[in-house]
């Protein structure tokens, strides 16, 4: 989905809220019934047609290997991935006709044409134009369009393949998935798989066994089962908008954008497996985010369905399903439907919005920034739609801390002892910050004549606590935040893995209630054996189970339930989830809590109306869905999100006194109390029962910080992001060190993190407000709905967006304003380092993130390698011609490998590592454009010699090829003791003998190798040469001596790991050390 932080729109899936549902119906004419609104059914001669679709948004994330998220930051733009918001529709399976009527059939292929939408037509062409202009060349077949929006299904033949061999292809969304649906589809039939990144499962129905139901007449049906990972595209702009120098960020918001295959081998395996097939059933997740996978793989392989034509999305179908055990796979089998166009427009738009929109803002501020001040501590200032807003709440809050000024107030404070429960009333007046007006009660009372206390109401009757309504995406999230200590973007990243296991139903969903059709016996029933809740369930099955309390259906996916039990195979955070949702469902079916409560007023006559105090308690009679849900364990869902402190407290547990209405209380009291103390009192032994008042002063407490769950709230509240997509903002803004997680799960926004959005309020606040987010989501919505065209959307969001952008930069000097007083400029910044070759000036070592050396006499900044350790190398220059820089020493790997690193050539195109592999030169150029935005970014990870092997620094240093790989084999720059060669390519280390005293690496190169011969000296004494020679000349790869005597070592091309962690331990009983454990960071 679309990127909040100035990225490739890439895979990345999060769901964005909103719910569409739609009806169409038609009366039918003559020859076929007419559709309306979103793809209506062909009807019957004389009847009406009708279909559903829509549903509620929702959507996960979903992406592999270098595919990500527009919400996220691509490889060219920022170091750090973001998932972005997308939603998710579930469409009802449309009612087809199965009339076998050759006449009628044709007469419905007239009629659907003649009535289909007006923009159904502008709607293709747009989407043809768009394909074209980010076509490009590819070794897979070209791309057709594809298919019309929402195009209705114009024939259903029921005699298609009869009597003859048909081929299905099943494409699933995950490889996990695609093995569950043939598991559910083979039944006794032998599977064969095939492949290995992607299988490819196949098994064959022939006929009177399992018919394919839009074919049933065939003689056999061949399925075929395989999948894709996530999206199957990317969207990003083209080549000439990726340099982050010359491109200026303002033309982004006008700038094409493109559609590239994030994986080519991804498009030519459905392309191969599509060929000749008959029907194709695409079983992506129920969501908007699906849908627009399953329009990608049309885009794919739709032409080279058997026939050919767009007119094979007649034999495209759509499963709908929620959970991925066999009898949910074989129900949505059988009840196969059509994919929904309009949702995938709607993702489309918001790709679009949020990668043009994240782009622009991200890079601008970025450059700005970074160029200005050393010690921001993010290596890229993102900017998002969504997370922008989500850092908003937070530092709303902080600023609501700071701001806060404690105030004293005084209240009454009334205790009555009676036989032996001290009891602490509340003052019916509340409170007041008038110390003498208290204190004038106070004086009142004890100077009456008959200074006593009379119960005027006692109340006692139970009170049911409701059963918790069924598990949405939301409330999961909150719960393992607040009771299990588990952030949201591990919580969802476990109940995917839970859901892909077979043990949960689809994770992301808005619905709180259990639709009709649910099994709720059957769910119980699998978990009537564990010991942990085995018995509770048995017992509630015999007694009767409970319906749902309360709850909406958004018409998505039910809510979150457990699709099989756990015989203990899980440990983790998989057990603990798990068990909530398994505790919380069977609570959510379980008898309300019973609780007796009692309440007693009081009046202190003197005070008439101003002494009226109150006191209360609660017993459990029946604990109910609270014996399963172990509520203290799993917290209260309560919420305090505006920031203000209830005073009045819930009602205590605890048991309350026998009182009898009207019954006088003795008032005791001294005359302390009526000076502000608490009052001492003296009361007779044998009195039962008694009461005193005095003064309770307490301060004014300013609001804590954000908790995960109060954010969430929040954002559920302003509609920023959706439930999928909620996890992934709030990670995102600790990634970028917008905020840190403090005690009790709170977010503390960082300075940077106050700065960004305090800068933002002072240029423009809409920046930073949810507003503009929600209406962009409404507006999307409407496209999902097909009450919106997706062009007029994204034309008027990008109008709106970009005068604020252009404002925005206007007025950057507002933002610089702060930043200068927070942070240091980059002359302050770094200690000297290495000369430059320019200026002669020393550049400064700033440590970032990112690390790079900075001129400040020319403001010039030289990005350097990550991945490794840069050190100083003085006196020793870079040998290119006009260079002249100061060379360093960079090392990587473990044990570590030493370069040279020239900062100048590392940053140059013709010395780029991505370059040297071509000789076209706008090639060339491109890549390395690519290359150095992720360096600026601090993003890419150099693992090897930072510089090419045809530099001259590593080519008079090279003594060998290195077999193993594509590189060569250089002498240790550390020159000694401990003489080894290192591989600039691979992670190979060769160890020389320990005998060497000097080596040194000759001009002399070997005419056929290429590499250069070394002059040895070895220690008296020592030499393994023939007679004790101490000198010996050689050429490393074809010398026998020396590589009979060498010892190759492969280490692993990352740093040790640095900080606790597991080791050797300290000395301990008898003299043995103990064992480290700890924590460990890379």
Request: proline fraction near 6%; glycine fraction near 10%.
């Amino acid at each position: 989905m679309a990127g909040d932080d100035g990225g490739r729109a890439q895979g990345g899936k999060n769901r964005d809220g909103g719910r569409g549902r739609g009806r169409g119906r038609g009366r039918g004419g003559r020859g076929g019934g007419r559709n309306s609104t979103r793809g209506g059914g062909a009807g019957r001669k004389g009847g009406r047609g009708q279909s559903r679709g829509g549903g509620n948004d929702q959507g996960r994330g979903r992406g592999r290997g270098n595919c990500k998220s527009p919400e996220q930051n691509s490889s060219n733009e920022s170091p750090n991935n973001q998932k972005n918001d997308t939603a998710k529709d579930k469409q009802t399976p449309k009612k087809k006709n199965e009339k076998d009527n050759s006449k009628n059939e044709q007469k419905k292929v007239v009629e659907g044409k003649r009535n289909k939408p007006k923009n159904e037509s502008s709607s293709k062409k747009s989407n043809n134009n768009k394909k074209q202009d980010g076509k490009k060349s590819s070794p897979f077949t070209p791309l057709t369009p594809s298919a019309p929006p929402n195009q209705p299904q114009l024939t259903n033949d029921i005699n298609y393949g009869r009597g003859e061999k048909i081929t299905v292809l099943h494409i699933a969304e995950k490889p996990s998935i695609a093995q569950a649906i043939a598991r559910g589809l083979s039944g006794p039939a032998d599977v064969v798989q095939k492949g290995k990144s992607l299988p490819v499962h196949e098994f064959t129905h022939s006929s009177g066994t399992s018919t394919f139901p839009k074919a049933p007449n065939a003689s056999s049906c061949r399925h075929r089962v395989t999948s894709v990972a996530g999206h199957v595209f990317s969207v990003d702009f083209p080549p000439q908008f990726q340099s982050w120098d010359s491109v200026d960020p303002a033309e982004l918001f006008t700038a094409p954008v493109v559609k590239k295959p994030c994986k080519g081998s991804v498009v030519k395996h459905l392309q191969d497996e599509a060929r000749g097939v008959d029907f194709m059933v695409l079983w992506m997740d129920c969501d908007r985010e699906g849908e627009n996978i399953n329009f990608e793989v049309l885009d794919c392989c739709l032409h080279l369905m058997k026939h050919g034509g767009n007119s094979n999305f007649d034999r495209v179908y759509r499963a709908y399903f929620s959970a991925i055990n066999p009898s949910d796979i074989k129900k949505a089998y059988n009840a196969l439907g059509k994919p929904d166009k309009n949702q995938a427009l709607s993702v489309d738009a918001r790709q679009e919005l949020d990668l043009k929109v994240g782009v622009a803002f991200s890079r601008f501020q970025t450059r700005f920034f970074q160029g200005r001040y050393g010690d921001l501590d993010s290596a890229v200032l993102s900017y998002g739609p969504c997370q922008t807003p989500t850092l908003g709440f937070c530092v709303q809050r902080h600023v609501a801390i700071e701001t806060f000024t404690p105030e004293p107030y005084w209240t009454l404070d009334l205790k009555v002892l009676k036989r032996g429960h001290s009891l602490h009333t509340t003052w019916g007046g509340g409170r007041s910050f008038n110390r003498n007006k208290v204190e004038a009660l106070v004086t009142q009372c004890t100077e009456s004549d008959s200074p006593v206390l009379t119960v005027t109401k006692v109340v006692t009757k139970e009170k049911k606590q409701g059963r918790p309504i069924p598990l949405n995406t939301v409330a999961l999230l909150k719960a393992c935040s607040k009771a299990l200590g588990i952030g949201p973007h591990q919580a969802m990243q476990t109940a995917e893995r839970l859901y892909l296991s077979g043990y949960l139903s689809y994770p992301r969903t808005e619905s709180s209630t259990y639709p009709k059709s649910f099994d709720i016996r059957g769910t119980l029933q699998q978990q009537s054996s564990d010991h942990r809740w085995g018995n509770y369930v048995q017992n509630l099955l015999a007694n009767g189970h409970n319906k749902s309390r309360g709850g909406v259906d958004m018409g998505d996916h039910p809510p979150i339930t457990p699709c099989r039990s756990s015989s203990g195979e899980l440990s983790g955070d998989m057990a603990r989830v798990y068990e909530f949702v398994v505790r919380h469902f069977i609570a959510s079916v379980s008898q309300d809590a019973v609780w007796r409560s009692t309440r007693v007023d009081f009046e202190l006559e003197p005070l008439k109306e101003k002494g009226k105090f109150s006191v209360s308690g609660k017993e459990l009679v029946d604990p109910g869905f609270l014996a399963v849900l172990l509520h203290r364990e799993y917290g209260n869902e309560g919420e305090h999100i505006d920031g203000l402190r209830d005073e009045e407290e819930d009602e205590e547990e605890r048991a309350v006194p026998e009182f009898k209405e009207g019954e006088v209380i003795p008032l005791v009291q001294d005359k302390a109390s009526s000076k502000g103390g608490s009052g001492n009192v003296t009361v007779a032994v044998s009195a039962h029962c008694w009461a005193s008042l005095g003064i309770k002063e307490k301060m004014t407490t300013a609001p804590s910080h954000l908790t995960e769950s109060e954010l969430i709230s929040l954002m559920e509240k302003h509609e920023i992001g959706t439930d999928a997509s909620i996890a992934t903002h709030i990670e995102n803004i600790q990634k970028r060190n917008y905020v840190a997680l403090g005690n009790n799960r709170k977010l503390v926004p960082s300075k940077l993190g106050l700065v960004l959005v305090q800068g933002y309020h002072q240029i423009d606040s809409g920046l930073v407000l949810p507003k503009i987010r929600s209406d962009i989501e409404g507006q999307c919505n409407k496209i999902a709905k097909g009450l919106a065209d997706r062009d007029t959307v994204v034309k008027k969001a990008i109008e709106v967006f970009l005068d604020k952008f252009q404002f925005f930069v206007k007025n950057i000097d507002k933002m610089d304003i702060l930043f200068g007083s927070s942070f240091a400029k980059l002359e302050d910044v770094g200690k000297p380092f290495t000369r430059c070759g320019n200026s002669r000036r020393y550049l400064q070592y700033i440590p970032g993130p990112p690390a790079r050396l900075y001129n400040k006499f020319t403001e010039t900044v030289y990005p350097l390698p990550a991945g490794g350790n840069v050190k100083q190398w003085t006196g020793r220059k870079c040998t290119v011609p006009d260079c002249d820089f100061e060379l360093c020493l960079y090392s990587c790997g473990q044990p570590p490998r030493t370069f040279p690193l020239c900062p100048n050539c590392y940053n140059n195109s013709d010395w780029s590592l991505d370059s040297s592999g071509t000789d076209d030169p706008i090639d060339r150029e491109d890549e390395h454009k690519e290359k150095q935005i992720q360096k600026i970014a601090g993003k890419t990870l150099v693992l090897e010699c930072p510089l090419p092997d045809h530099h001259p620094l590593i080519e008079e240093m090279t003594v060998s090829p290195d077999p193993d790989s594509d590189g060569v084999l250089i002498l240790d720059p550390h020159l000694g003791p401990k003489w080894r060669l290192v591989s600039t390519r691979n992670p190979t280390i060769v160890h020389l003998p320990k005998s060497i005293d000097k080596l040194t690496v000759m001009n002399k190169a070997d005419d056929v190798l290429g590499c250069h011969y070394m002059k040895i000296d070895f220690k008296a004494g020592e030499s393994p040469l023939e007679g004790g020679e101490l000198h010996h000349e050689c050429c490393y790869p074809t010398d026998e001596i020396m590589q009979g005597v060498s010892r190759v070592y492969h280490g692993s091309d990352r740093l040790k790991a640095t900080g606790r962690g597991r080791g050797r331990g300290g000395r301990g009983r008898d003299g043995r050390g103990g064992r480290g454990r700890g924590r460990g960071r890379r």
